[in-house]
C-alpha cells in the first residue's frame, strides 16, 4: 500500500522520476514550510541534479494538467521544489526522525521498483519489436512460396495446354 502511495505522487518531471516538496513532508509527516527550512538550511547538499524549484511555466503547466493541485498546498508566489531520487535519499541526512529514516527506506524502494518496471518496459518493447521482425521475414518467406506455387501451377496449366494442343503435320 505504502509502495503505492509514494509510485502514485512521483512524477516524471524535466526527463527524470521526481517527487515535490509538498507531497514529500506529506509522507514524512510535517509542515511543507518545515520541511522546506530544514532543505534551506542544508541547501549546499542538495545540487542542480538532486534538486530543482519549478518555473512559473512548469508550475502552470503541470498544474493544469490536473497532474497535481496547486492551489491547496500554496499560492502563485511560492513555486515548489522537486527532488530526484538523489535527491530524496539526501532527504534522509537532513530529516534525523525515525518517521523519516523509515519513509526514505519506502521511498527509495518505490524508485527501484518504478526504474525496474522501465526496463521491464524497454526489454518488452526490445521483445515485440524482435517478434514484429521475425513476422514480417516470415511474411516474405510465406509470399515467395506462395509466388512459387502459383508459378507451378501456371506452369502445369501451360505444360497441360501444350500437350493437349491439335498437333500440326500428323494425322490421327
Same mark, same amino acid.
Given at each position: 500500500?505504502?509502495?503505492?502511495?509514494?509510485?502514485?505522487?512521483?512524477?516524471?518531471?524535466?526527463?527524470?522520476?521526481?517527487?515535490?516538496?509538498?507531497?514529500?513532508?506529506?509522507?514524512?509527516?510535517?509542515?511543507?514550510?518545515?520541511?522546506?527550512?530544514?532543505?534551506?538550511?542544508?541547501?549546499?547538499?542538495?545540487?542542480?541534479?538532486?534538486?530543482?524549484?519549478?518555473?512559473?511555466?512548469?508550475?502552470?503547466?503541470?498544474?493544469?494538467?490536473?497532474?497535481?493541485?496547486?492551489?491547496?498546498?500554496?499560492?502563485?508566489?511560492?513555486?515548489?521544489?522537486?527532488?530526484?531520487?538523489?535527491?530524496?535519499?539526501?532527504?534522509?541526512?537532513?530529516?534525523?526522525?525515525?518517521?523519516?529514516?523509515?519513509?526514505?527506506?519506502?521511498?527509495?524502494?518505490?524508485?527501484?521498483?518504478?526504474?525496474?518496471?522501465?526496463?521491464?518496459? %524497454?526489454? *518488452?518493447?526490445?521483445?515485440?519489436?524482435?517478434? /514484429?521482425?521475425?513476422?514480417? @521475414? !516470415?511474411?516474405?518467406?510465406? +509470399?515467395?512460396?506462395?509466388?512459387?506455387?502459383? %508459378?507451378? *501451377?501456371?506452369?502445369?496449366?501451360?505444360?497441360? /495446354?501444350?500437350?493437349?494442343? @491439335? !498437333?500440326?503435320?500428323?494425322? +490421327?
Amino acid at each position: 500500500m505504502q509502495l503505492q502511495l509514494i509510485q502514485n505522487r512521483s512524477y516524471e518531471l524535466r526527463d527524470e522520476k521526481a517527487m515535490l516538496d509538498f507531497d514529500l513532508a506529506e509522507l514524512y509527516e510535517v509542515e511543507t514550510r518545515v520541511f522546506n527550512q530544514a532543505i534551506k538550511r542544508n541547501i549546499d547538499s542538495f545540487p542542480e541534479d538532486f534538486m530543482f524549484r519549478f518555473t512559473t511555466e512548469e508550475w502552470q503547466n503541470n498544474s493544469s494538467q490536473n497532474v497535481m493541485s496547486s492551489g491547496k498546498h500554496r499560492g502563485a508566489k511560492y513555486l515548489p521544489y522537486a527532488f530526484t531520487e538523489h535527491g530524496v535519499t539526501m532527504i534522509a541526512s537532513i530529516l534525523k526522525s525515525p518517521k523519516a529514516g523509515a519513509m526514505n527506506i519506502a521511498i527509495v524502494r518505490a524508485f527501484i521498483a518504478l526504474r525496474k518496471l522501465a526496463l521491464q518496459k %524497454n526489454d *518488452l518493447v526490445k521483445i515485440l519489436n524482435a517478434l /514484429k521482425d521475425r513476422l514480417d @521475414e !516470415r511474411d516474405v518467406q510465406l +509470399k515467395n512460396i506462395y509466388d512459387s506455387i502459383e %508459378n507451378l *501451377l501456371h506452369e502445369k496449366i501451360e505444360h497441360k /495446354k501444350w500437350i493437349e494442343r @491439335e !498437333r500440326i503435320g500428323f494425322k +490421327k
